[in-house]
């Protein structure tokens, strides 16, 4: 029997020490999971940091303005203007206006956004005239430098230069139209929106545009329920089938309530598009604050969004670039909409905006050049 015992106590192991071997193996297990949640969260770290360097890579490079200080100068001349000065500090592609040394901010990132006028997810389509037309048309400029974020309106109804096209895709020429209907002339699909790019920055003298976005109205009221509905005073009086408010009153707008208040308008009156215009603007101006505010609750937020949207849009904005962005206009201020000036005439059928030169020339040195001191 004693021989047993000491087999028990020297051969075998006593409940302390079997204790002691199993807190052992539970501190290396538990000290291995805490590395190797370390390791994980170092990793992602680091694929966030390579994503936000890749986005912000890829969206500098996606477009150059060239262009524009080439034609920029020629229109600085016209106006009275000088583009050689000669003095200390004068760089290649300054513009002198009214007594103002002004120079180009390569850093801005100005981006398009279109409003097609089709209800459904996208599909793209084989007739070549029949791409939707864009209803809203906007520029988002990014300017880093002062941390401001500046929207552009600009009216469907602009009269610029459109490329048609026939229906199976042929070339015809350039035309003198309203600048929604160069988004038709395409597959309603990437095409249209790279036609429409082109399009608009030509209008505004070869201005690069980093990126577009495309979305059916249909889509409206996912945008405006992902961040709780906004909050607006009524522009107008609105009576159509399904939506009616009255001019003052207080709205807080929620589904398909956002869709009639920017999408609708009676054609039969005239300036109908104009004050379309203007409640974008204000509904616009009110959802930038109010996206700012709960991208701060949710950082994921946009690229939540993303995926969300992408069967109502097309765009070229990949989902690196959306993440750069969105940590960037976190600390920007969002002012209001700027609209481009000219004037309103009837046409043969519809309305047609001529805008005003020298206006857009001025709006330019504004948004996309700086004073130099």
Known sequence: MANRKEAVRFG???SRETADGRSGRLGRILVSLALGLVVLVFLAAIGFLVLQIVGKNRLYSSAS?????????DI?????GSVE???DGWQVGDVRYEGVHYRYNP??????????????EVEPVKDGIDGGQSDAIFLLALNPHNKKATVIGIPRDTMTEVEVYS?????????????CLQHGYGDGAQVSCERSREAVSKLFYGLPIHGYCAINMGAIPLLNDAIGGIDLTAMETMDFDGFHVREGEELHLEGTDAYHYLHDRDTRSAGSAGRRLERQRQYLTAYAVAAVAALKEDIALPVNLYGTLSRYMVTDITVDEVGYL??????YSFEDMCMLEGEIDMGERFEEFYLDEEALYRLILDVFYEEVE
């Open 76 to 80: 600085t001349v016209s106006y009275g």
């Open 85 to 87: 000065d000669g003095g």
């Open 107 to 120: 850093d801005i990132l100005t981006f398009l956004f279109l409003g097609i006028d089709k209800m459904g």
């Open 167 to 179: 229906r199976t895709g042929a070339y015809l020429g350039i035309v003198t139209a309203q600048l």
């Open 65 to 73: 303005g060239e262009e524009l200080l080439v034609n920029l100068a």
């Open 326 to 331: 969105a940590t960037q206009v976190i600390g």
């Open 12 to 14: 075998g192991r006593t």
